[in-house]
């Protein structure tokens, strides 16, 4: 099984260099570091709002809202205590955005704590999946999108299995969203002393990517689905109707998988078991999942029927989503197919995301098909963003160890501050 992976991201590396010609001069280098911080629990200032017991109405809101520290102001971690009643919400079959908002909403907060939804970001994210020297399945993810703080929640209470989660507040709510403001640089203020901190009860449906006490792992990626629906003439949404099966978006989708599964199988069997519902175009995902096992796959949904692309039977590593480009170019078996039919649709953007796959190839070809943690993270940074982009820059780059439990990562591209997380010793 390790050899025919091995093979695999030998056939990418191979597939990379066509096109690629440089020599050792235009390799990209390795970038020096300061060292790597090991992240703690008596990390950080605690944050604390007097206003919170008025507005929330959550069990055991109080303890989790008191447990926020900030590590710096793109930086926070919450330990999570409030019990989500994911069940429930399952229970409900909610099939609109509207019922899945209000029915959080009457869950979780009183009257006054209501916001209405709001949709203003657009996330083009990559990840790819290799191995260590050690055989240690590595899991690599940029989360690309409108700025904002990462707020890393520990969650204890919901499911059957711990699991850490990398949140993004600016996605969750108006009060943290620096676009909805104007803000030029994109950030919202998470705390400032009279900003509430009630609406972080939700971070846990604002969750891009994390990992479980098992070792299994997640990244969301964006998955447009082109052209329009007869009643809103919006782009179309994935909306399955199998007999049978309670509804699921993709908020829920994502706290289950980490609460509820322990492999990629397992992972496999639960989306099975429900209807996968987008309860708006911008939040239709597939995600890349991978466990300590070695096993990784991709799963989407398309013409509302979920496609499974595994390890054994398909030739992909790498991924990588942006909401320009049509679904058949935006697939990565069709990518790594026929690579050069992406510039035929919208060159002028999709080059931005095209040179940015590409860079991520290339760093490969020089840290060869086995990497450390270190330099997987530095193919990370080569292919971010880096800079504002479509209102996008790189929030946050992880590489997630899933033997070891492990997890590396960076803020904003900027490798000087890099942080490691122990999931044995924190959870």
């Not at 020599?23 to 570091?33: A, R």
């Not at 205590?81 to 609109?96: E, F, K, M």
């Not at 108006?174 to 009279?194: H, P, T, V, W």
Request: glycine share 6%.
């Amino acid at each position: 099984m390790k050899n025919l992976r091995f093979a695999l991201m030998a056939i990418l590396v191979a597939a990379a260099m066509v096109g690629c010609k440089s020599n050792k001069n235009d390799e990209p280098q390795p970038q020096q570091n300061d060292g790597v911080i090991q992240f703690t629990h008596q990390m950080g200032e605690p944050v604390s709002n007097p206003t919170n017991s008025d507005w929330c109405i959550a069990p055991a809101a109080e303890q989790t809202l008191s447990s926020l520290r900030r590590i710096s102001d793109i930086f926070y971690y919450m330990d999570f205590a409030t019990d989500l009643s994911l069940g429930t919400l399952v229970d409900a079959n909610l099939r609109s955005y509207e019922d899945n908002h209000e029915a959080m909403e009457h869950l979780w907060f009183s009257p006054d704590g209501y916001e209405d939804p709001f949709d203003e970001e657009d996330p083009s994210c990559s990840g790819f999946v290799c191995f260590n020297e050690a055989g240690e399945l590595l899991f690599g993810r940029n989360f690309d999108g409108a700025g904002g703080p990462l707020c890393m929640v520990f969650n204890k209470v919901n499911g059957q299995y711990d699991y850490v989660q990398f949140t993004a507040p600016n996605y969750n709510s108006a009060l943290y969203n620096g676009i909805i403001y104007g803000r030029d640089n994109g950030d919202g203020i998470l705390s400032n002393g009279e900003t509430s901190l009630h609406r972080l009860l939700r971070q846990p449906v604002a969750t891009m990517d994390g990992m479980n006490e098992y070792g299994l792992c997640f990244g969301a990626f964006q998955l447009p689905v082109f052209g329009a629906d007869e009643e809103t003439g919006m782009p179309k949404r994935v909306m399955q109707n199998e007999t049978g099966k309670k509804a699921i978006s993709t908020s829920l989708m994502h706290n289950l998988i980490l609460s509820e599964c322990k492999t990629v199988d397992d992972v496999k069997n639960f989306m099975k078991k429900h209807n996968f519902v987008a309860l708006h175009p911008s939040l239709n995902v597939h995600w890349m999942v991978a466990d300590a096992t070695g096993d990784y796959a991709v799963f989407e949904y398309w013409n509302d029927t979920l496609y499974v692309l595994s390890a054994e039977d398909r030739n992909y590593i790498l991924m990588q989503t942006s909401h320009v480009v049509p679904y058949e170019y935006n697939c990565i078996e069709n990518y790594y197919c026929n690579p050069e039919a992406t510039k035929t649709y919208m060159e002028d953007k999709w080059q931005y995301s095209y040179s940015s796959k590409v860079r991520v190839q290339r760093m490969m070809m020089y840290y060869r098909p086995v990497m450390s943690e270190m330099e997987a993270l530095k193919c990370l940074q080569e292919g971010s963003f880096g800079v504002e982009m479509w209102n996008n820059v790189t929030n946050w780059s992880c590489i997630y160890n899933t033997v070891q439990r492990t997890i590396l990562f960076c803020m904003r591209n900027n490798m000087s501050t890099i942080y490691k997380v122990d999931l044995k010793k924190e959870l």
